[in-house]
Protein backbone atom coordinates (compact mmCIF):
# COMPACT_ATOMS: atom_id res chain seq x y z
CA UNK A 1 0.00 0.00 0.00
CA UNK A 2 1.26 3.61 -1.05
CA UNK A 3 2.39 6.15 1.90
CA UNK A 4 -1.23 6.76 3.53
CA UNK A 5 -1.78 10.37 4.06
CA UNK A 6 -4.21 11.03 7.16
CA UNK A 7 -5.80 14.57 6.37
CA UNK A 8 -7.49 12.37 3.41
CA UNK A 9 -9.39 10.33 6.01
CA UNK A 10 -10.33 13.40 7.94
CA UNK A 11 -13.56 15.40 7.65
CA UNK A 12 -13.34 18.81 6.00
CA UNK A 13 -14.97 20.64 8.45
CA UNK A 14 -13.01 19.55 10.70
CA UNK A 15 -9.58 20.25 8.81
CA UNK A 16 -10.73 23.70 8.86
CA UNK A 17 -12.01 23.85 12.17
CA UNK A 18 -10.17 26.09 14.68
CA UNK A 19 -9.20 24.80 18.74
CA UNK A 20 -10.84 26.68 21.65
CA UNK A 21 -7.24 27.73 22.99
CA UNK A 22 -6.79 28.57 26.53
CA UNK A 23 -4.66 31.39 26.09
CA UNK A 24 -3.55 30.90 30.11
CA UNK A 25 -2.59 27.21 29.59
CA UNK A 26 -0.32 27.93 26.50
CA UNK A 27 1.78 30.36 27.93
CA UNK A 28 4.45 30.43 30.98
CA UNK A 29 3.71 32.85 33.30
CA UNK A 30 5.38 32.90 36.77
CA UNK A 31 2.35 34.20 39.36
CA UNK A 32 -0.61 35.40 37.52
CA UNK A 33 -3.06 37.38 38.67
CA UNK A 34 -5.80 35.65 37.41
CA UNK A 35 -8.88 37.42 35.78
CA UNK A 36 -9.18 35.55 32.55
CA UNK A 37 -11.43 32.89 33.46
CA UNK A 38 -14.73 34.23 35.27
CA UNK A 39 -13.75 32.14 37.95
CA UNK A 40 -14.30 32.74 41.82
CA UNK A 41 -11.03 33.82 43.43
CA UNK A 42 -12.14 31.84 46.65
CA UNK A 43 -12.30 28.39 47.93
CA UNK A 44 -10.06 25.16 46.60
CA UNK A 45 -10.55 23.53 43.07
CA UNK A 46 -11.78 27.21 41.98
CA UNK A 47 -9.56 27.58 38.96
CA UNK A 48 -10.48 25.51 35.42
CA UNK A 49 -7.95 22.32 35.16
CA UNK A 50 -4.97 22.72 32.91
CA UNK A 51 -6.74 22.03 29.24
CA UNK A 52 -3.47 21.19 28.18
CA UNK A 53 -2.97 18.09 30.72
CA UNK A 54 0.78 19.25 30.93
CA UNK A 55 2.01 17.80 34.12
CA UNK A 56 -0.24 14.41 33.24
CA UNK A 57 0.84 14.08 29.82
CA UNK A 58 4.58 14.64 31.10
CA UNK A 59 4.12 11.83 33.83
CA UNK A 60 2.42 9.93 31.23
CA UNK A 61 5.12 10.39 28.21
CA UNK A 62 7.68 9.24 30.77
CA UNK A 63 5.93 6.06 31.82
CA UNK A 64 5.16 4.87 28.93
CA UNK A 65 8.55 6.29 26.70
CA UNK A 66 6.96 8.64 24.47
CA UNK A 67 6.64 12.08 23.88
CA UNK A 68 3.89 14.58 25.65
CA UNK A 69 2.81 15.44 21.98
CA UNK A 70 1.95 11.83 21.29
CA UNK A 71 -0.36 11.77 24.01
CA UNK A 72 -4.10 12.98 24.55
CA UNK A 73 -5.74 12.18 27.53
CA UNK A 74 -9.58 11.79 27.79
CA UNK A 75 -12.11 11.40 29.63
CA UNK A 76 -11.94 8.02 30.10
CA UNK A 77 -10.86 6.13 26.89
CA UNK A 78 -15.04 5.83 25.92
CA UNK A 79 -14.63 9.80 25.09
CA UNK A 80 -11.70 9.34 23.00
CA UNK A 81 -13.65 6.24 21.06
CA UNK A 82 -16.21 9.42 20.33
CA UNK A 83 -13.70 11.61 19.27
CA UNK A 84 -11.93 9.61 16.89
CA UNK A 85 -15.58 8.86 15.08
CA UNK A 86 -16.30 12.47 14.99
CA UNK A 87 -12.75 13.60 13.08
CA UNK A 88 -12.83 10.62 10.42
CA UNK A 89 -16.81 9.77 10.12
CA UNK A 90 -18.83 11.91 7.83
CA UNK A 91 -21.92 11.75 9.85
CA UNK A 92 -24.85 9.15 7.60
CA UNK A 93 -21.85 8.35 5.09
CA UNK A 94 -19.11 6.80 6.10
CA UNK A 95 -18.63 3.54 8.02
CA UNK A 96 -16.27 1.91 10.99
CA UNK A 97 -15.31 -1.85 10.97
CA UNK A 98 -15.16 -3.57 14.20
CA UNK A 99 -14.60 -7.38 15.45
CA UNK A 100 -17.87 -9.25 16.14
CA UNK A 101 -18.09 -9.64 19.33
CA UNK A 102 -16.21 -6.68 20.52
CA UNK A 103 -16.53 -4.17 22.86
CA UNK A 104 -20.02 -2.41 22.23
CA UNK A 105 -19.28 1.28 23.01
CA UNK A 106 -17.60 1.49 19.25
CA UNK A 107 -21.14 0.56 17.53
CA UNK A 108 -22.58 3.07 20.23
CA UNK A 109 -20.67 5.93 19.24
CA UNK A 110 -21.20 5.23 15.70
CA UNK A 111 -24.61 4.99 15.70
CA UNK A 112 -24.87 8.34 17.37
CA UNK A 113 -23.78 10.31 14.17
CA UNK A 114 -25.68 7.44 12.40
CA UNK A 115 -22.17 5.53 10.84
CA UNK A 116 -23.16 2.53 9.70
CA UNK A 117 -21.25 -0.48 11.20
CA UNK A 118 -19.61 -3.31 9.60
CA UNK A 119 -18.55 -6.47 11.79
CA UNK A 120 -16.21 -8.60 11.09
CA UNK A 121 -17.42 -12.15 12.72
CA UNK A 122 -14.27 -13.87 14.92
CA UNK A 123 -14.12 -17.60 14.65
CA UNK A 124 -15.06 -20.34 17.09
CA UNK A 125 -12.07 -19.19 19.13
CA UNK A 126 -12.96 -15.65 18.72
CA UNK A 127 -9.70 -15.18 16.28
CA UNK A 128 -9.85 -12.78 13.65
CA UNK A 129 -10.44 -14.15 10.10
CA UNK A 130 -7.96 -12.02 7.93
CA UNK A 131 -10.06 -12.97 4.46
CA UNK A 132 -13.41 -11.51 5.81
CA UNK A 133 -11.50 -8.80 6.91
CA UNK A 134 -10.07 -7.50 3.75
CA UNK A 135 -13.35 -8.44 1.91
CA UNK A 136 -15.49 -6.61 4.60
CA UNK A 137 -12.54 -3.49 4.30
CA UNK A 138 -12.75 -3.74 0.33
CA UNK A 139 -16.89 -4.08 0.06
CA UNK A 140 -17.54 -1.24 2.85
CA UNK A 141 -14.28 1.00 2.54
CA UNK A 142 -14.76 1.76 6.23
CA UNK A 143 -12.80 4.90 7.64
CA UNK A 144 -11.82 3.19 10.80
CA UNK A 145 -11.22 -0.20 12.72
CA UNK A 146 -11.46 -1.01 15.98
CA UNK A 147 -9.26 -3.72 16.77
CA UNK A 148 -10.37 -4.74 20.59
CA UNK A 149 -6.72 -6.69 21.79
CA UNK A 150 -6.95 -8.27 24.43
CA UNK A 151 -10.34 -8.37 22.99
CA UNK A 152 -13.69 -7.43 25.63
CA UNK A 153 -15.73 -9.55 26.08
CA UNK A 154 -13.80 -12.75 24.80
CA UNK A 155 -9.84 -12.39 26.86
CA UNK A 156 -7.79 -12.99 23.87
CA UNK A 157 -5.62 -10.65 22.31
CA UNK A 158 -5.41 -10.27 18.15
CA UNK A 159 -2.22 -11.99 16.63
CA UNK A 160 -0.37 -10.27 13.95
CA UNK A 161 -1.85 -6.62 14.64
CA UNK A 162 0.72 -5.36 11.47
CA UNK A 163 -1.27 -7.03 9.21
CA UNK A 164 -4.10 -5.06 9.70
CA UNK A 165 -2.03 -1.56 9.90
CA UNK A 166 -0.53 -2.26 6.46
CA UNK A 167 -3.58 -3.73 4.71
CA UNK A 168 -6.53 -1.00 5.73
CA UNK A 169 -6.59 2.04 3.70
CA UNK A 170 -7.68 4.08 6.94
CA UNK A 171 -7.15 4.45 11.01
CA UNK A 172 -6.71 1.46 12.98
CA UNK A 173 -7.63 1.95 16.48
CA UNK A 174 -5.85 -0.50 19.02
CA UNK A 175 -7.82 -0.79 21.87
CA UNK A 176 -5.40 -1.98 25.00
CA UNK A 177 -7.65 -1.12 28.08
CA UNK A 178 -6.47 -4.98 29.37
CA UNK A 179 -2.98 -4.76 28.09
CA UNK A 180 -1.09 -4.69 31.81
CA UNK A 181 -2.92 -8.10 32.21
CA UNK A 182 -0.98 -10.04 29.18
CA UNK A 183 2.49 -10.80 28.72
CA UNK A 184 1.77 -10.00 24.82
CA UNK A 185 3.59 -6.56 23.41
CA UNK A 186 1.42 -3.14 23.41
CA UNK A 187 1.52 -2.03 19.89
CA UNK A 188 2.65 1.49 20.75
CA UNK A 189 6.11 0.26 19.70
CA UNK A 190 4.54 0.41 16.60
CA UNK A 191 3.84 4.15 16.83
CA UNK A 192 6.93 5.14 15.10
CA UNK A 193 6.14 2.83 11.98
CA UNK A 194 2.25 2.96 11.11
CA UNK A 195 1.35 6.70 10.46
CA UNK A 196 -2.76 5.39 10.82
CA UNK A 197 -2.38 4.02 14.21
CA UNK A 198 -4.31 5.21 17.47
CA UNK A 199 -3.64 3.28 20.80
CA UNK A 200 -5.97 3.71 23.57
CA UNK A 201 -5.20 2.61 27.35
CA UNK A 202 -7.16 3.60 30.12
CA UNK A 203 -6.58 4.43 33.93
CA UNK A 204 -9.98 2.34 34.93
CA UNK A 205 -9.22 -0.97 34.69
CA UNK A 206 -5.17 -2.19 35.79
CA UNK A 207 -4.73 0.98 37.41
CA UNK A 208 -8.28 0.95 39.80
CA UNK A 209 -9.36 4.03 38.71
CA UNK A 210 -12.29 4.40 36.81
CA UNK A 211 -13.97 6.01 39.31
CA UNK A 212 -11.62 9.01 38.00
CA UNK A 213 -12.72 8.40 34.05
CA UNK A 214 -9.51 8.89 32.86
CA UNK A 215 -8.31 6.95 29.46
CA UNK A 216 -5.45 8.15 26.89
CA UNK A 217 -5.08 7.62 22.96
CA UNK A 218 -1.04 7.63 21.17
CA UNK A 219 -0.60 8.41 18.01
CA UNK A 220 1.07 10.83 15.58
CA UNK A 221 1.60 14.63 16.56
CA UNK A 222 -1.22 14.99 13.04
CA UNK A 223 -3.89 12.74 14.68
CA UNK A 224 -3.35 14.19 18.25
CA UNK A 225 -3.32 17.96 17.08
CA UNK A 226 -6.54 16.60 15.67
CA UNK A 227 -8.16 14.94 17.97
CA UNK A 228 -6.80 17.85 20.71
CA UNK A 229 -9.41 20.51 18.26
CA UNK A 230 -12.27 18.61 18.96
CA UNK A 231 -12.19 17.71 22.41
CA UNK A 232 -13.77 20.00 24.91
CA UNK A 233 -11.01 21.89 26.45
CA UNK A 234 -11.39 20.93 30.19
CA UNK A 235 -12.83 17.24 29.65
CA UNK A 236 -10.31 15.88 32.13
CA UNK A 237 -11.44 17.58 35.64
CA UNK A 238 -8.39 19.00 38.48
CA UNK A 239 -9.37 15.92 41.25
CA UNK A 240 -8.55 13.58 38.38
CA UNK A 241 -5.56 14.87 36.65
CA UNK A 242 -3.80 14.69 40.21
CA UNK A 243 -5.01 11.51 41.23
CA UNK A 244 -3.50 10.05 38.41
CA UNK A 245 0.00 11.58 39.26
CA UNK A 246 -0.43 10.42 42.32
CA UNK A 247 -0.69 6.63 41.43
CA UNK A 248 1.76 7.13 38.47
CA UNK A 249 4.03 7.99 41.70
CA UNK A 250 2.83 4.82 43.66
CA UNK A 251 4.28 2.37 40.87
CA UNK A 252 4.65 -0.29 42.96
CA UNK A 253 1.08 -0.67 44.49
CA UNK A 254 -0.11 -0.70 40.43
CA UNK A 255 2.30 -3.37 39.98
CA UNK A 256 1.08 -5.31 43.27
CA UNK A 257 -2.36 -5.04 42.24
CA UNK A 258 -1.69 -6.49 38.91
CA UNK A 259 0.48 -9.41 40.32
CA UNK A 260 -2.22 -10.16 42.78
CA UNK A 261 -5.11 -10.09 40.08
CA UNK A 262 -2.87 -12.56 37.88
CA UNK A 263 -2.60 -14.83 40.94
CA UNK A 264 -6.54 -14.35 41.27
CA UNK A 265 -7.18 -15.16 37.72
CA UNK A 266 -4.98 -18.40 38.20
CA UNK A 267 -6.81 -19.66 41.38
CA UNK A 268 -10.39 -18.62 39.73
CA UNK A 269 -9.64 -20.55 36.70
CA UNK A 270 -8.52 -23.85 38.44
CA UNK A 271 -11.16 -23.79 40.92
CA UNK A 272 -13.72 -22.75 37.46
CA UNK A 273 -12.44 -25.70 36.19
CA UNK A 274 -14.07 -28.41 38.90
CA UNK A 275 -17.45 -27.30 38.21
CA UNK A 276 -19.74 -29.27 36.64
CA UNK A 277 -21.94 -26.46 35.44
CA UNK A 278 -18.84 -25.04 33.27
CA UNK A 279 -18.58 -26.67 29.97
CA UNK A 280 -15.52 -24.03 28.54
CA UNK A 281 -13.36 -21.62 29.94
CA UNK A 282 -12.02 -19.41 26.94
CA UNK A 283 -8.31 -18.40 27.16
CA UNK A 284 -7.92 -14.86 28.72
CA UNK A 285 -5.07 -12.64 28.36
CA UNK A 286 -7.38 -9.98 30.45
CA UNK A 287 -8.74 -9.88 34.00
CA UNK A 288 -12.41 -11.53 33.02
CA UNK A 289 -13.20 -14.77 31.98
CA UNK A 290 -15.36 -15.42 29.01
CA UNK A 291 -17.01 -18.73 30.58
CA UNK A 292 -19.43 -21.79 29.15
CA UNK A 293 -22.01 -23.24 31.21
CA UNK A 294 -24.48 -26.23 30.48
CA UNK A 295 -27.37 -24.58 31.91
CA UNK A 296 -26.50 -20.88 31.43
CA UNK A 297 -30.02 -19.19 32.50
CA UNK A 298 -30.18 -21.02 35.69
CA UNK A 299 -26.37 -20.09 36.32
CA UNK A 300 -26.76 -16.40 35.72
CA UNK A 301 -30.34 -16.03 37.89
CA UNK A 302 -29.00 -18.28 40.70
CA UNK A 303 -25.67 -15.47 40.69
CA UNK A 304 -28.15 -13.06 40.42
CA UNK A 305 -30.22 -14.22 43.47
CA UNK A 306 -27.19 -14.18 45.60
CA UNK A 307 -26.35 -10.80 44.46
CA UNK A 308 -23.03 -11.79 42.72
CA UNK A 309 -23.36 -9.70 39.90
CA UNK A 310 -21.93 -11.06 36.27
CA UNK A 311 -22.24 -10.34 32.94
CA UNK A 312 -24.19 -12.68 30.61
CA UNK A 313 -23.22 -12.56 27.09
CA UNK A 314 -26.01 -15.27 26.33
CA UNK A 315 -27.91 -15.49 23.74
CA UNK A 316 -25.02 -13.43 21.37
CA UNK A 317 -22.47 -15.66 22.69
CA UNK A 318 -24.61 -19.07 23.24
CA UNK A 319 -24.16 -20.13 26.98
CA UNK A 320 -21.67 -17.48 28.52
CA UNK A 321 -21.58 -15.18 31.11
CA UNK A 322 -18.20 -12.53 31.60
CA UNK A 323 -16.99 -12.99 34.83
CA UNK A 324 -14.05 -10.64 36.22
CA UNK A 325 -11.65 -11.31 38.49
CA UNK A 326 -12.24 -9.75 42.36
CA UNK A 327 -10.74 -10.47 45.55
CA UNK A 328 -9.76 -13.94 47.17
CA UNK A 329 -13.33 -12.93 49.03
CA UNK A 330 -15.51 -12.12 45.87
CA UNK A 331 -14.05 -15.11 44.24
CA UNK A 332 -14.66 -17.11 46.85
CA UNK A 333 -18.08 -16.07 47.06
CA UNK A 334 -18.59 -16.85 43.30
CA UNK A 335 -17.73 -20.02 43.82
CA UNK A 336 -19.63 -21.16 46.76
CA UNK A 337 -23.13 -20.49 44.72
CA UNK A 338 -21.88 -22.08 42.04
CA UNK A 339 -21.19 -24.91 44.27
CA UNK A 340 -25.29 -24.61 45.38
CA UNK A 341 -25.68 -24.73 42.36
CA UNK A 342 -24.44 -28.57 42.03
CA UNK A 343 -27.20 -30.07 44.85
C1 LIG B 1 -13.40 -0.80 29.90
C2 LIG B 1 -13.02 -0.59 28.48
C3 LIG B 1 -12.70 0.67 27.98
C4 LIG B 1 -12.81 1.82 28.81
O1 LIG B 1 -12.84 2.65 29.24
P1 LIG B 1 -12.84 3.99 30.04
O2 LIG B 1 -13.80 4.85 29.31
O3 LIG B 1 -11.42 4.46 29.94
O4 LIG B 1 -13.26 3.63 31.40
C5 LIG B 1 -12.29 0.81 26.67
N1 LIG B 1 -12.22 -0.26 25.87
C6 LIG B 1 -12.53 -1.48 26.30
C7 LIG B 1 -12.41 -2.61 25.38
C8 LIG B 1 -12.95 -1.68 27.61
O5 LIG B 1 -13.31 -2.91 28.01
Redesign the pocket.
Given at each position: MEQLTITQFVRKNILELQPYISFRDHNEFEAPVLMDANESPFGTFNRYPDSTQKKLKRKIADLKNLSPGQIVV????????DLIIKIFCEPKKDAIMMMNP??A?YAFYAAINENKVIKVDLDENFEMVKENFLKMSEENQPKIFFL?SP??PTGNSVDDIEFYLQNFNGIVVV?E??IEFSDKKSSLELLIKYPNLIV?Q????AWGK?GA???IACATEEIIKLINTVKAPYNVNSLSQELIIKSIDQLDEFQENVENILIERDWLESELRQMECVSKIFPTDANFFLVKFNNVDQVYQKLLEEEVLTNKRSPAIPDCIRINIGTREENKSLIAVLNKLKS
Open positions: GNGSDELISFMCNNDAYLTFSKARVG
